[in-house]
């Protein structure tokens, strides 16, 4: 038992009741053996009542022994105290219930499962104060009208929508509070269901709900972690880079998008060249070029062979994350042919297992050894903890995710163009974007469903069906909202028109100028933005659907 730990408070507790009963029993010995007719019960009896202070030979004043004058105030004052601790103990609930109606600025995990214990440890190793509720019942017994976000984790297992609902009765209860959480996340386990849920409520414009699966986020973190590794590391990168991925499950397919997704800004210099190892990995392949355009254009993907056989070169770093944690832990610890690479280079996934992260080490003071530090063992808790966010939140939802790609797709653009990091306050890195710059992004996401409602389309789950293509006059009146969205962003922002562009002071020469009236290359930088929606929403297995041409208003109107 630890010092901490240790009952001082019982311990000291007792020792009082001893000292007063024994000083109690030594002065009504010295002091009564006047009294005629006094038994051993009549002190003892007495000795009991210098708890209430109704012990006779210490009421009536006098001259008193000082064991017994000692024992009259100690006894009652033992007694006050442990009242006091009784009526602590009888209320403490009470209190910590009333303190959790009323608390403000919390944040709300529903559920009892193992996803909302991760994302309770990380959003409280961010510094975050978390209240949990069992089920939607427990809302208003945890302050849900003072809370910032809310994470429904509950088990849905048996019913996929368990989750979806009890954002949904949350959100209802804040409409009629009209106050409490901006933000309302559920989880669903199903990422295919998941993506069809972001796609309808995409299609809402209403920020702050999201759709998540937790080893979907928790692999796009370390995907964000990994390649900024192997970009900004020492000496850059080699003109090709080789990854091998062991594991098919829902983390492992996350993590080949997210990887694709990332390397983008590696650029056409450096090509990455990912393997998957597993027993359908054919059809886990070729499911993910089809869903995910980055896979399919951004990374080389193959199904890899067996380690070491047919000369296959070593790849530079293994992750290994099978859906069962007991065999990635056996394949990471036998395979001796992953051992060949560089420190940190042989990357572990342990989640339910996560306890043994501690075990590994060269300190003689580990468990296990890491094999001379080429073992990096990763969590999903620790994923998702080491995004630092000011936000209460344990990762960042649908509309700040497309967001970031808008930025990155700028970014690709404007490198293929010649423009050098740096060179303008948008040539940045989104992690070192300014806010302005990110809620002009985060905008044109919001911005969204309006502008495919002009031409009768709304977005849906990617199935691999040819992508609509924007041409002619629609696509000019699409870019031409795409500017009324952009200068409404910088106007809501303090900027102002101007001759001169000057970020510090935010002027602006395009603000109050019609799109009619840009050069052609101002339009033309709206129109790419429209040519590559197609591409941004594929980026997140996504897709524009039209309804149908007959509901097509621009369409009909450019007809006649």
């Not at 409280?124 to 427990?138: K, M, P, S």
């Not at 031409?480 to 001169?500: C, K, M, T, Y």
Request: with cysteine; glycine share 10%.
């Amino acid at each position: 038992m630890s010092r901490a730990s240790f009952p001082w408070t019982r311990l000291g507790f007792a020792v009082l009741v001893v000292v007063s009963l024994g000083l109690g029993w030594w002065g009504l010995t010295l002091d009564t053996t006047h009294v005629p007719g006094r038994t051993w019960y009549d002190v003892v009896y007495h000795d009991l009542q210098l708890f209430v202070m109704g012990a006779d030979p210490a009421s009536g004043g006098g001259p008193l022994s000082w064991q017994l004058q000692v024992a009259r105030f100690l006894a009652p004052g033992t007694a006050v105290y442990a009242l006091f601790e009784a009526a602590r103990a009888l209320f403490t609930g009470e209190i910590r219930r009333f303190r959790d109606r009323r608390a403000r600025g919390h944040a709300i995990v529903v559920g009892q499962t193992g996803a909302a214990d991760t994302v309770t440890a990380a959003l409280q190793e961010a510094g975050h104060r978390v209240l949990r509720a069992a089920d939607a019942e427990g809302l208003p017994a945890v302050g849900l009208t003072g809370a910032t976000v809310l994470y429904a984790c509950g088990d849905d297992t048996t019913d996929a929508t368990a989750n979806v609902l009890t954002v949904a009765e949350a959100e209802n209860i804040v409409r009629r509070a009209g106050k409490g959480p901006e933000r309302l996340y559920a989880h669903v386990s199903d990422p295919d269901l998941g993506i069809a849920l972001q796609a309808r409520h995409l299609s809402c414009a209403e920020p702050g709900v999201d759709f998540f699966t937790l080893d979907v986020i928790a692999a796009q973190a370390l995907a964000v972690r990994e390649v900024r590794r192997i970009l900004d590391g020492p000496g850059g990168p080699a003109t090709a880079t080789h990854v091998l991925v062991i594991g098919s499950g829902e983390f492992a397919k996350a993590l080949v998008v997210g990887l694709a997704r990332e390397w983008e800004l590696a650029g056409d210099r450096v090509r990455l060249v990912v393997d998957l190892l597993a027993d359908d990995a054919v059809e886990v392949v070729a499911e993910l070029r089809a869903r995910w355009s980055p896979v399919a254009e951004k990374i080389e993907l193959r199904v890899a062979p067996e380690p070491g056989r047919g000369g296959a070169a070593a790849p530079d770093t293994v992750y290994v994350c099978h859906a069962d944690e007991g065999a990635s832990l056996r394949v990471a610890l036998t395979a001796t042919k992953l051992w060949h690479g560089g420190p940190g280079s042989l990357v572990l996934l342990l989640d339910g297992l996560a306890g043994l992260t501690g075990a590994f080490g060269t300190e003689a003071s580990r468990v296990l050894d890491n094999l001379d530090g080429r073992l990096r063992t990763v969590t999903v808790r620790g994923l998702l903890a080491d995004v630092e966010r000011a936000e209460a939140r344990a990762h960042d939802d649908m509309y700040e995710r497309i967001a970031r790609s808008v930025h990155h797709v700028y970014l690709r653009n404007q490198l293929e163009r010649g423009v050098a990091w740096g060179e303008v306050p948008a040539m940045v890195r989104w992690e070192d974007l300014s806010e302005d710059l990110r809620a002009s992004n985060r905008g044109w996401v919001v911005g969204l469903p309006a502008r495919l409602a002009r031409m009768g389309a709304t977005i849906a789950p990617r199935d691999g069906a040819p992508e609509v293509v924007f041409e002619g006059a629609e696509l000019d009146k699409l870019a031409e909202a795409e500017h009324d969205l952009w200068e409404s962003v910088r106007v809501a922002q303090g900027w102002r028109a101007g001759p001169v562009r000057d970020d510090k002071n935010r002027v602006h020469p395009m603000i109050g100028v019609p799109w009619a009236d840009l050069s052609e290359a101002n339009r033309d930088k709206d129109r790419d933005v429209v040519r590559l929606l197609p591409e941004i929403l594929a980026e997140f297995g996504l897709e524009v659907v039209r309804y149908g041409p007959s509901t097509n208003p621009l369409l009909e109107r450019s007809a006649r």
